[in-house]
């Protein structure tokens, strides 16, 4: 077992051992998931279950629950329920992706052809709302609605404005805070919601969370453009070639070399892919990776300003600590 | 606009009359859902809202709101709710089965890909879901999200046994409970639970809608048989081409003809379709619809006695005449 988001952090404070025993549970609850499904989907949903990722989201839960005031059963389920709405949307993105692998691990659209991986992921999607309502109040089920349906949203606006050149930067930071940031901000917002915690402090946490999720989504993104396909476990150059336009391509069309720039444009414009090859060789790459990485280090540290509502404990601090992990992965593609 | 479901009822007690204004309610409301999505989502679901069917949920739920006390503002958004997830299994079936028109209009995923088409499913699943949040408490909501649990869970049995000769009789009723069954029965559930009918009244309109549901699927199943594509205004004599082990199919499978029986079980072994041309102009394929027809015709009559629970209304009465109205609709299968 590895979770390589808490394991490399800059700092030695083993955040991660702080709630090591409640992600394995957490990833217990989500295998035990598979005998609330009838007979001929367990097998799959077994299948899917062990193919589980980095737990990011219930990390966010864990951590936001200790630092609110103690990590409760609730907890748990409302961490196993959020990453099983991201494995969802895994599985239905690696059918519009054709991936084939995820993780080292064949996909399920590779296992069981696309129909089963659209109507598994249904599946998925909707359990996770049947174990939202054994949470909390219809304004909990409400809110954990509106967040299935932002990031469904998020991404039906993206696979919808491909090579739209009318896509502004700021229509990019709203369809990443729906995609991406939503469940980030759900895991905070949940998690001090579940603890108890004052409106203001949930407001606070929300927000914090949607930073975090964008910050995570333009290191994602120029992961990308920047990344090794062993280390990351996917395949990666295939945004700008498919018409995804992410912030370093923003910032490729901004370029101050307007050679770049036009080029940059006209493949967009012709709905063609740049040419990776060539303009990863350039100084206006490395400009646009190292504008977008700034940008990102601008969200986590506007995130971390909220965790300071929060009163001094080895979990907040653990938060703050996986503010600055987040730092150091975006660093790391500028080179 | 018509309600083929209603308009060619046997006796002419208009029961469409009866709630004619109230159905429009529900398409004005299921139209008005339009503006709840984000700019880019908006312009596709209201092509997909303007494709609106037969409105057979929708009109369960008013009829069994009528019968239990009245149809109230929330009996209509429940309709409207459980339309549009019935909207969405169609959207993903679509996708699946590569369907171009569906009521003589272009599918989705003709329009706009399937990968769109996928997304827009899950956008509408996870919005009626909103929707449910505001017509009840957690326990509510929780039916809500069980019953689209169901209906996919049927949907991932069905795909994953094609051509599966272990799957018995009873594995079929119990796909078709799930996948077709569920929202029927929801339907007239939902409206007596918001009708604040008591528990044993709620119970029993469960089983009849259950009830309606099998024989409206075994219906659909016989139709795929023996209909007219042009009149059934969807592509016909393709379940067995599929795979599907529908009730016919079964019932040709213990055709009292050993040849046929031995030549559809080889078939399907052999993962092939029938030969629908020849198996069709038999008596054992006559006498398979006529067993079938038979089946649905039970369920519809176990169905209407769950209505003697009811007080004579003129909204029991046309639940009443639903039922005959689906015998007629069964009972032309035979020919």
């Known amino acids: 077992m590895s979770f390589p ?9 083993q955040q991660l051992d702080l709630i090591r025993d409640e992600l394995r549970l ?9 005998t609330s499904f009838e007979p001929h989907v367990q097998d799959y949903m077994a ?5 589980q990722g980095k737990l990011i989201r219930p990390g966010l839960v864990l951590l936001t629950a200790g630092a609110t005031g103690g990590i409760k059963p609730e907890h748990i389920t409302f961490a196993a329920m959020l990453e099983l709405v991201h494995m969802a949307t895994l599985v239905h993105d690696d059918v519009l992706d054709h991936a084939d692998t995820r993780r080292d691990k064949p996909t399920p659209n590779a296992l069981w052809g696309n129909e089963l991986a659209v109507l598994l992921g249904d599946v998925m999607l909707s359990h996770a709302m049947v174990m939202g309502t054994e949470l909390g109040d219809t304004e909990f089920c409400r809110m954990i609605a509106q967040i299935v349906r932002d990031v469904c949203q998020g991404e039906v606006e993206q696979s919808s404005r491909l090579f739209d050149l009318d896509m502004t930067r700021a229509d990019y930071y709203e369809l990443i805070r729906k995609k991406t940031a939503s469940l980030f901000a759900a895991a905070m917002k949940g998690a001090a919601w579940i603890s108890g915690m004052p409106a203001d402090i949930v ?11 964008i910050a995570y989504q333009i290191y994602d993104d120029c992961l990308d453009m920047v990344g090794n ?17 992410t912030l370093p391509v923003y910032f ?4 101050s070399s307007d050679d770049i720039a036009a080029e940059v444009h006209d493949a967009i414009a012709r709905r063609e892919g740049i040419d990776y090859e060539r303009i990863s060789r350039t100084n206006a790459f490395q400009e646009a ?7 990102g280090l601008a969200q986590t540290a506007a995130a971390r300003e909220s965790l300071w509502l929060l009163p001094q404990t080895p979990y907040r601090d653990a938060l703050v600590e996986m503010t600055y992990r987040l730092d150091e992965l975006l660093e790391n593609c500028r080179n």
């Not at 299948?47 to 193919?51: G, S």
């Not at 407001?203 to 999720?213: A, S, Y």
């Not at 490729?252 to 370029?255: D, G």
């Not at 990776?289 to 940008?295: K, L, M």
């Open 289 to 295: 990776i190292s504008r977008s990485v700034d940008e």
């Open 47 to 51: 299948q899917i279950c062990k193919a």
């Open 26 to 34: 957490v990833q217990k609850q989500i295998a035990a998931q598979v």
């Open 5 to 13: 988001f808490f394991t490399k952090a800059r700092s030695q404070k």
């Open 229 to 245: 396909e062993h280390s990351a476990g996917k395949t990666l150059h295939t945004d700008a070639e498919k018409g995804k336009l």
């Open 203 to 213: 407001d606070e946490l929300n927000r914090m969370g949607t930073l975090l999720g």
């Open 252 to 255: 490729l069309l901004e370029s």
